[in-house]
């Protein structure tokens, strides 16, 4: 008999249930990854995340290969081209990993109408427990579909029996027959960004086991420091599941201390997104707060919207952070909490135009985690705050003291000394004049004054 395994976010060969029940259901099994059309055209494929996928594919045919079998690769519609694979392999079962945002949903129910009626007809199994560690919708709040609140989520989540990690199967046996186009190259992809990490299952591990033996235990003191860079940079592996998410929170909870609390912390809050964006798929792109989107920015400010894209808001701390974005195709969490406000409040402008060049440059660029952070940012998401706004200046001196994150990213400031490097606009005026820095696009005080009045709090 055969089954096939579609991989989706789930590109591992460790603890990996779908794969797991593929092969205890049948004694061959297609490990198979469609390119997916429909997410390229919905401006998805963006270069830094395909250049990490094929890392993350190259290094899953790796290990399939390791255990006699390989991964078969085909492009377009994917519900059209399961069903094909069924047909040509005689399939009776097509195993995947439950997704949670509308776009998978709806393929999924394609995918059960599409398999049903090739060949012979197959069933599509749908696991849970593979994208995030507690599947969204198993805690509850009472009398609502999810947690809007994240503490109470976290401490009924926290107290969610998981799985023990299961390990990579011995044995891979793929039909000989099946076709394949070649696993995607890294080095085909253009465009990419000169900062982009090596992707995959093997690097993910690596990359965890030395931070967990290094960094895990500062991590709680550690993970707000702008400079310090102290953080697992996991979060690329985890939108791609080249690493396991339930496997994280299991080996940090075996490891234990302030630390290990404060990461699964973290891990948690990707959870409770998903559980959001499960319950409320429409907060991909409509305010989660107020269906009339009365709370959403509305300032149409096109030189002001690239200022901030390209890092020259005269900001210091905003362009650093913006900067490294673009540089690496990823931002520390300090640094995109505060480059969001400094948009979606501060500048007023709809957060889903930063969202939307996130999502062109971030390669843990995620509907969920990105989606429903800016609207938590933007206070149209699930905030219990939502009329917050984060001082850039403040962030700063709290994050980067010395001034060393500004220092490394802008250049044209690195003569500056210690903080003063945050405001550059009172530097003496000589000094001010040889540095090729833009002043300030906006007061600070004028961008509060504007937003208090938008939301009718001041
Ligand atoms: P660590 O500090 O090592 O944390 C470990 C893991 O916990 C992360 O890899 C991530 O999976 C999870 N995590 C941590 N913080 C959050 C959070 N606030 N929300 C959800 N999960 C979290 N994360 C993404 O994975 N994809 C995105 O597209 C994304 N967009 C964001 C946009 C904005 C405006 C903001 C404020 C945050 C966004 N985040 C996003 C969350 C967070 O910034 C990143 O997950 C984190 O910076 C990744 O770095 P790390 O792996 O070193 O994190």
């Known amino acids: 008999s055969v089954a096939i395994v579609l991989f989706t976010s789930d590109l591992r060969v460790r603890d990996n249930p779908v794969l797991r029940a593929a092969l205890d259901a049948a004694d061959d099994v297609v490990p198979l990854f469609v390119r997916d059309r429909g997410i390229e055209a919905a401006g998805f494929?963006?270069?830094?995340?395909?250049?990490?996928?094929?890392?993350?594919?190259?290094?899953?045919?790796?290990?399939?290969?390791?255990?006699?079998?390989?991964?078969?690769?085909?492009?377009?519609?994917?519900?059209?081209?399961?069903?094909?694979?069924?047909?040509?392999?005689?399939?009776?079962?097509?195993?995947?990993?439950a997704g949670v945002s509308a776009y998978a949903v709806h393929r999924e129910e394609r995918l059960r109408a599409a398999t049903a009626g090739a060949g012979a007809g197959a069933e599509l199994r749908v696991h849970e427990g593979s994208v995030t560690a507690v599947p969204p919708g198993a805690v509850l709040p009472a009398g609502s579909d999810h947690f809007a609140v994240f503490t109470p989520y976290f401490r009924r989540w926290s107290r969610e029996?998981?799985?023990?990690?299961?390990?990579?199967p011995r044995r891979v046996r793929v039909p000989a027959s099946t076709a394949s186009e070649e696993v995607p190259a890294r080095k085909a992809v253009e465009g990419?960004?000169?900062?982009?990490?090596?992707?995959?299952?093997?690097?993910?591990?690596?990359?965890?086991?030395?931070?967990?033996?290094?960094?895990?235990?500062?991590?709680?003191?550690?993970?707000?420091?702008?400079?310090?860079?102290?953080t697992s940079r996991l979060s690329p592996f985890l939108h791609f599941g080249a690493v396991s998410v339930g496997e994280l929170v299991h080996r940090a909870r075996e490891h234990g201390g302030a630390g290990a609390d404060a990461f699964v912390r973290q891990l948690c809050w990707r959870d409770f997104h998903h559980q959001v964006l499960a319950a409320r798929p429409a907060a991909s792109s409509a305010d989660y707060r107020d269906r009339r989107d009365r709370w959403r920015?509305?300032?149409?400010?096109?030189?002001?919207?690239?200022?901030?894209?390209?890092?020259?808001?005269?900001?210091?701390?905003?362009?650093?952070?913006?900067?490294?974005?673009?540089?690496?195709?990823?931002?520390?969490?300090?640094?995109?909490?505060l480059a969001a406000s400094f948009l979606a409040k501060t500048l007023y402008v709809d957060w889903r135009i930063g969202a939307r060049h996130f999502l062109d440059h971030l390669v843990d660029g995620d509907v969920a985690n990105n989606q429903l952070n800016w609207q938590w940012v933007a206070g149209t998401g699930t905030d219990t705050r939502p009329n917050r706004v984060l001082n850039p200046l403040a962030q700063a001196r709290r994050y980067d003291p010395r001034g060393e994150y500004v220092r490394r990213w802008v250049p044209?400031?690195?003569?500056?000394?210690?903080?003063?490097?945050?405001?550059?606009?009172?530097?003496?005026?000589?000094?001010?004049?040889?540095?090729?820095?833009?002043?300030?696009?906006?007061?600070?005080?004028?961008?509060?004054?504007?937003?208090?009045?938008?939301?009718?709090?001041?």
């Open 45 to 97: 494929g963006a270069p830094n995340r395909a250049a990490f996928l094929a890392d993350c594919l190259t290094d899953l045919d790796a290990g399939l290969r390791e255990r006699g079998g390989r991964l078969v690769v085909r492009s377009g519609d994917t519900p059209r081209e399961v069903a094909r694979v069924v047909s040509e392999t005689g399939a009776r079962e097509v195993h995947m990993a």
């Open 161 to 168: 029996r998981l799985r023990a990690p299961l390990g990579a």
């Open 192 to 230: 990419v960004a000169p900062g982009v990490p090596a992707g995959g299952e093997s690097e993910g591990r690596e990359r965890f086991l030395t931070w967990k033996r290094r960094d895990l235990d500062a991590y709680e003191d550690r993970h707000d420091d702008l400079p310090g860079d102290a």
């Open 297 to 337: 920015g509305e300032r149409e400010a096109a030189d002001e919207i690239s200022a901030w894209k390209e890092g020259r808001t005269g900001y210091p701390v905003v362009d650093a952070a913006m900067r490294q974005l673009l540089h690496e195709g990823w931002m520390h969490n300090r640094g995109r909490l």
């Open 412 to 458: 044209e400031l690195a003569e500056v000394e210690g903080s003063a490097v945050h405001t550059p606009w009172r530097l003496p005026s000589d000094v001010r004049g040889r540095l090729d820095y833009p002043d300030p696009v906006v007061a600070l005080e004028e961008g509060l004054a504007r937003f208090r009045q938008a939301r009718g709090t001041g």
